[in-house]
């Protein structure tokens, strides 16, 4: 039986380029958590966020998460799920500061994110659906690592199967190739997308529970088993990211700008 | 004769060949009949669901006039209230809202009373028109050196019709009409123009002129502009105007009526549709790229479509893919390639990069965006949701794959669409039978074809596929309509092509009606005529009581 390699070392050289500004691994960060923590602040603002402000706080969180891992004491054993939200929750709350002391006419009151932020916060635990974001965004991450990696045809062959649950055959007609040949490119992929999972889970998990949470999810499995239980996490990860595109729109057309009709924007993180 | 005299004389042979056609004609009657009572049917639901929203629309309309007026005559004692208390511009603050919400009321009633009846009466289009222009007309500044919708700015040679909204660059835009004389020198036959306009005097920063500059050299080198002019304070230039939705919208529309309809997904002609348009888009970013230009920002808004073909506006950010600046990160999210992001943060050149891959990316998300109604999300992991052909989604996720796996150029992707598009049935074409695939494909079996297209149209439950010529594709072919049959009984039928000409949105074809209707009257003319001739033949000859019985 194939399992996640463990490497309960933490890879520090993505950290290490986050500390050192390093643009495209923050760039990467963006990918992988913007649309999650975009949605989670959607969600708290109950509408009051437009498009623009959301993008915005979004930006703050992940630049604020990034500034704090010098911080980061991993002997506190807290999620990452957590500090990230937690760092979330500051960022949402000192804007609504900020907008509730213009409105009275005086200036921002000030607001720093010191370490009681890290895991002492009086704020609900994280609900399940969150951690399911979490666990999905670091799973995505893991997919689009292996599908840069992988011969396109290769990549999509399996994605036929996982997502679209097409048998070899059928994927052989719609490519062109024989059956074995499918099943030896979904195998490459497979392969990719183990080690590339392992790599994920590790860099964006300061637990073990957090560690365990792939496993838990049917990543460990055989390859049967290992393709499901990826496509399932896969088809949740992209209805809830739908599902918090509807729920923006119906916010826009209540008055802000409408995430359907993304603009024009100098920078995407 | 006695009735059993009538039934005991044998039937003739005229008679047997009249009872026949009687029969013929009577099943005919019935078919037809139903048929036209089905269509009038579906026009008296659409009728009164026509009805139904408006006077919905009506009721809105009323009660947001009653709540504004409610909240408008509260609001008047708390700014009595305020001013008594000596808060002064609180009271001012509080009479403001209620104009607001008296405005509002009123809006509200004349559109009660005018808009409402206006569209329940088939003026619809009338008052989107109406609404849509006036504003604009009455908003156009006016200095009292220019006249008409486009006072405050004057061109040789042109009459302004209205102005459009700024763009991002600054400049002011302007509908116009040519004179016979302008149109002459520009070589325009017919149509508007649109006249693009930097002004110091209006607000243009000397930056947007210097970025303008390079795009209207884009311009002239692709012979986009038809006129141009420079003084000391201002230039302008001239360029066709295609009156027409952008893309976006077009698209949007589509899907929001199929929904209305029912169907989650766009039927196979509207697919066609759809993809025909970013075929345009791609057509042209091949031109741009071979004239070395790199349009920066392809997106569905950037589009218009403008009789049946999409023509890619904006030229805002173009660049020469041959310049030595460094990249930035401009563009729109969703539909700009994530990877131009990470060049732009590695501190890129354009020239040490191939930027025309990154107008491709654009075009595989557009493509993505017309089948799906939505953005891609998640870039090229995004799902596709609804039904759409095998292909047409391959070319999509090809098109927006990593930089190095992508098509090399607009050319490849342009095969492919020709390829998928050719013969008018998407659904019947693999991604194994596209041009970009045909040497990587490994094992590729002759004869699979037809099992291939037979899976691919059996698993939607698609029509019998057509067959495809082997020939490579010719995009002159895409021209080419074809007959569909809609309705066997009626004779019905609607002329298919891959590009159609849509006046607006695509509307389902009405025309079995009127066939269903003339094969109605045939129908009843012709068993009238035999019954007529059977009573007639059968009263001289005593056979009228065998009818009658």
Redesign the interface.
């Known amino acids: 039986m194939t399992t996640i390699a463990p490497m309960h070392q933490v890879d520090t050289s993505f950290l290490r380029r986050l500390r050192a500004r390093d ?2 691994a ?2 990467e960060l963006w ?1 992988a958590f913007g ?1 999650v923590v975009r949605g989670m602040l959607a969600r708290w603002g109950n509408g009051r966020l437009g498009e623009e402000t959301l993008r915005d706080l979004t930006q703050d969180t992940l630049a604020a998460l990034s500034d704090s891992i010098e911080r980061f004491d991993p002997q506190r054993g807290v999620r990452f799920s957590t500090w990230l939200l937690a760092i979330a929750r500051h960022v949402l709350g000192d804007e609504m500061d900020r907008r509730y002391a213009q409105k009275r006419g005086g200036g921002k009151r000030g607001a720093s994110l010191d370490d009681s932020w890290m895991g002492q916060s009086r704020e609900p635990a994280p609900d399940a659906e969150y951690e399911r974001r979490i666990l999905g965004a670091k799973i ?1 991450a893991a ?2 690592a292996a ?2 990696r992988s ?3 290769h990549f ?1 062959a399996y994605r036929m199967r996982v ?1 679209e649950s097409k048998q070899g055959r ?1 994927i052989g ?6 059956e074995p ?1 499918v099943t030896r490119h979904c195998q490459r992929v497979r392969e990719a997308l183990r080690e590339e999972l392992a790599v994920a889970i590790e860099q964006w998990s300061y637990t073990d529970d957090e560690r365990s949470e792939p496993s838990r999810a049917g990543l460990a499995a055989e390859d049967a088993g290992f393709d499901e239980a990826l496509g399932e996490i ?2 949740t990860q ?1 209805e809830l ?2 599902r918090d ?1 509807v729920e923006r729109s119906a916010t826009a057309r209540r008055g802000h700008d409408d995430p ?10 | 004769m006695t009735i059993r005299n009538a039934l005991e004389r044998p039937m003739q042979g005229i008679e047997w060949i009249l009872l026949f056609l009687g029969v013929i004609a009577f099943a005919v009657t019935l078919v037809a009949a139903g048929i036209v009572l089905g269509r009038i049917g579906v026009a008296t639901a659409t009728l009164l669901t026509h009805i139904g929203r408006t006077l919905a629309k009506l009721g809105g309309d009323l009660v947001r006039a009653i709540g504004g007026l409610v909240v408008a005559v509260a609001l008047l004692p708390i700014a009595l209230a305020r001013l008594i208390i000596l808060k002064p511009s609180q009271a001012l603050g509080a009479l403001a809202s209620a104009g607001r919400e008296a405005r509002t009321a009123a809006l509200a009633l004349a559109s009660a009373l005018l808009v409402r009846p206006l569209e329940l009466i088939g003026f619809g289009a009338l008052v989107r028109h109406v609404r849509r222009r006036l504003p604009a007309a009455m908003s156009a500044p006016s200095d009292g050196r220019g006249s008409g919708a486009g006072a405050g700015a004057e061109f040789e040679g042109y009459e302004i019709l209205r102005e459009l909204a700024r763009g ?1 660059s600054g400049a002011r835009l302007f509908v116009a009409e040519p004179d016979a004389r302008t149109r002459r020198r520009i070589g325009l036959a017919s149509g508007a123009v649109v006249i693009k306009s930097f002004d110091f005097d209006d607000g243009t920063h000397a930056a947007d002129m210097v970025r303008e500059g390079r795009s209207l050299d884009a311009a002239r080198k692709l012979g986009l502009v038809l006129d141009h002019e420079a003084a000391e304070r201002r230039f302008w230039y001239v360029m066709r105007y295609y009156e027409g939705l952008d893309l ?1 919208r077009f698209v ?1 529309s589509m899907h929001e009526a199929a929904g209305e309809l029912g169907a989650a997904d766009l039927d196979t002609e509207r697919i066609v549709l759809v993809a025909s348009l970013v075929r345009d888009i791609v057509a042209t970013l091949r031109d741009w790229h071979a004239s070395g230009l790199w349009h920066k ?1 392809i ?1 569905p ?1 950037n589009a218009i479509v403008h009789e049946g073909r999409a023509t890619l506006v904006d030229l805002g950010l173009v660049t020469p893919l041959a310049s030595h600046m460094t990249l ?9 390639d ?1 990877e131009l ?2 060049q732009a ?2 501190g890129a050149r354009v020239s040490e990069v191939d930027a025309a891959r990154f107008d491709l990316y654009g075009a595989g998300a557009v493509l993505y965006f017309v089948l799906e109604g ?2 891609p ?7 596709f ?1 609804k039904q759409s052909p ?1 292909c047409l989604q ?1 070319i999509a ?2 098109a927006m ?2 930089f190095d ?1 992508r098509y090399a150029n607009a050319e490849e992707m342009l095969a492919d669409l020709d390829r998928a598009l050719l013969g008018g049935d998407p659904w019947a074409v ?4 596209l041009p970009s ?1 045909r040497g ?6 002759d004869g ?1 074809s037809e ?2 297209r037979f ?2 149209t059996t698993m939607r439950g698609a029509p019998a596929p057509v067959a495809i010529p082997a020939a490579p594709p010719d995009a002159t072919l895409l021209a080419v309509p074809r007959v569909r049959v809609t309705n066997w009984w009626t004779g019905a039928y609607e002329v298919v092509s891959v590009r159609p000409l849509p006046a607006g949105l695509p509307a389902a074809s009405s025309r079995g009606l009127g066939v269903a209707i003339a094969v109605l009257v045939v129908a009843v003319l012709a068993l009238a005529a035999v019954i007529g001739y059977w009573i007639a033949n059968s009263a001289s000859s005593g056979g009228l009581m065998r009818f009658a019985l």
């Open positions: 643009e495209r923050w760039f990918q649309p995505h997919i689009r599908q840069r011969d396109f045809v999509e997502l059928e007609l719609l490519l062109g190739v024989s040949t896969w088809r992209e990211v739908a595109l359907q009709r993304p603009g024009k924007a100098d920078a995407g993180h | 991002g976006g949007r920002d997106k808004e930035t990160t401009h563009g729109t999210e969703y539909f700009r994530p992001v990470r943060l590695r939505t953005f999300a998640h870039g090229v992991l995004s799902g949701r095998a391959w996720r090809r794959a990593d796996r693999r991604p194994a039978d695939m990587g494909a490994e094992e590729s079996e699979r099992e291939a899976l691919a």
